[in-house]
């Protein structure tokens, strides 16, 4: 499986963390020691649609082709405008492709999850060239007065259009149906014939847990895949990780012993965009000439589920 072309959009309001002083007690020391986030953006009048769209058009600009060429499309997302339709029929009349559409939510793991499923799709013939869009906002589901949660989350949106070439490709999934550290209820509706509780007030997560869980398992499963496909950690150019925080990132690197050069970051100015995180990265490195033909790129994403992706991935192009 190749990669043919990245493309990345986020909203056009940046949120500093000096407007979060505002109405949450923290600073912007606070928020940077603990987090390396800065700034991120933040939907206001735009819609996950459109993030998701304009990515998806700019991954295609960025292939040399056009929605006319793609066989299958699949959206990754927490949360997408609608419950139903899909994000990913909706975005397919966007863009103007007319092919199968079909969204999928492994949480902030979801990019990985979907390259996987892409490869095993192209792999079995089912399509030739296959465009994977992850577009969040989580923005909708944060808790906006808890200063330990909603300082880390921006919107945004990512996209690959992928192929079915020769290249190096080998993911690492797991999940293990453990809701209790990360999770975020829905609305129980209005049916008369249930008892209707106190509703969830956002995202819930436990920072510390989930810090433990995430580098331990990025650790662990960028050593696992590496094994798998018998690649030495240091023969590895390029480490893309979900950009949820960067303490998290720098102990996976100490961990790994890797220099900080091949750890690029954009957590700082874009914050936690879920599924999203990993390809916009992608993309922003692509378009400054990061990657060559032959470069290694191993990626690492966690979530809730809790769920885990791995995987090692050879760029393909000039």
Known sequence: MRILGTGSAV???TLENERLTEFLDTSDEWIRTRTGICSRQIMTDETVLQ???????NALENAGLTAADVDYILCSTVQADTVTPSLACLLQKEIGASCPAVD???????FVYALDLADAYLKAGKAKRMLVVCAESMSRIANWTDRSTCVLFGDGAGAV????GEARFRAN???????????????SGNSPFIEHGEEMQGLYMDGPEIYK??????????????EDEDVAIDEIDHFLLHQANKRIIDAVRTRLKQPEEKFPTNVAVRGNTSSASIPILLDEEN????????????MSAFGA???TGACILEWTRE
């Open 11 to 13: 909203p056009a309001f």
């Open 51 to 57: 993030l998701g769209a304009q990515a998806a058009r």
């Open 104 to 110: 999928i939510n492994g949480a902030c793991s979801g």
């Open 161 to 164: 259009v992928l192929d079915g």
């Open 173 to 187: 999934l797991t999940s293990d149906g453990n809701a209790t550290p990360l999770y975020f209820n829905v609305h």
């Open 213 to 226: 869980f995430a580098v331990s398992h990025a650790f662990s499963g960028l050593k696992e895949v590496a």
């Open 287 to 298: 378009r400054k000439g990061r990657f060559h033909r032959g470069d290694l790129l191993a």
């Open 305 to 307: 589920g809790l769920t």
